[in-house]
């Protein structure tokens, strides 16, 4: 795993864009032993002027301001023990955060801050937390809903890196499956965290059959926006072989 940013350390970063009423996204660069590798971090509105910060990574003070502008952030959303990397800093900044991960990672997430919950206490009925079937409790989603359809916020379970940024990038996205050529679930987690294929098949059927998904976020590369419940079929297929 990346080591635990002690200090706020921002990294390069495209602009905060926002995709939906009230959910705010970013890429940025991370440094692996390959080379560089994109990365995502999204904001999420709740209602109190509330947001929840998931796969949180340091940003530019203005894009920052523009958070708080959308509501006080509340919710530290780690979505798994592999992306806990700017949970420490973000907390030192937000000493009220409320640092919420899924229950398998509780542990590994907990050396690098405490954490306050592993279920669904964000409080605002548009917006479920939940941990993903089939990863052994270690990944995590958001299901946001807004007057414009449904957004699946989700981790690693997919992999869209289709704009991959210099050979590292490209390298690691084809070795490790994060979907250079198109979504899929990346070779790297099938291996070491998915332990039900089908239970994840189920979870990607389930999100695909509600009529107003329109886009998933990942973690790892480009917000799959065009038809993204077939998108979503054709990984349940892949995973069912």
Not at 211 to 217: C, E, F, K, S, T
Request: proline residues 7%; aromatic residues 4%; contains cysteine.
């Amino acid at each position: 795993m990346p080591d635990i940013l002690e200090k706020w350390q921002v990294m390069p970063h495209d602009a905060l864009v926002e995709v939906d009423d009230g959910i705010l996204s970013v890429a940025g660069d991370i440094n692996m032993p390959l080379g560089i590798f994109p990365r995502r971090m999204t904001v999420v509105r709740l209602r109190g002027d509330r947001t929840a910060i998931y796969s949180a990574i340091a940003i530019d003070e203005p894009d920052i301001a523009r958070i708080e502008s959308l509501g006080r952030p509340t919710f530290l959303v780690v979505p798994s023990d592999g992306h806990r990397m700017d949970a420490k800093i973000w907390k030192a900044r937000y000493p009220d955060i409320r640092v919420v991960t899924p229950p398998g990672a509780r542990e590994g997430v907990a050396e690098a801050v405490a954490v306050d919950a592993s279920d669904d206490v964000l409080g605002d009925p548009d917006v479920d937390f939940l941990t993903v079937p089939g990863t052994g409790g270690h990944e995590s989603a958001l299901v946001v809903r807004r007057a414009g359809g449904t957004t699946i916020i989700c981790n690693d379970v997919i992999g869209n890196v289709a704009h991959p940024k210099g050979i590292g990038a490209q390298v690691m996205g084809r070795l490790m499956g994060f979907g250079v050529s198109h979504p899929q679930v990346p070779r790297v987690i099938r291996y070491k965290v998915i332990d039900d294929e089908k239970a994840l098949a189920g979870q990607f059927e389930d999100w695909a059959t509600d009529p107003a998904l329109r886009r998933v976020i990942v973690s790892h590369g480009d917000i799959i926006e065009h038809d993204p419940a077939s998108v979503l079929r054709a990984l349940a297929k892949d995973l069912r072989g």
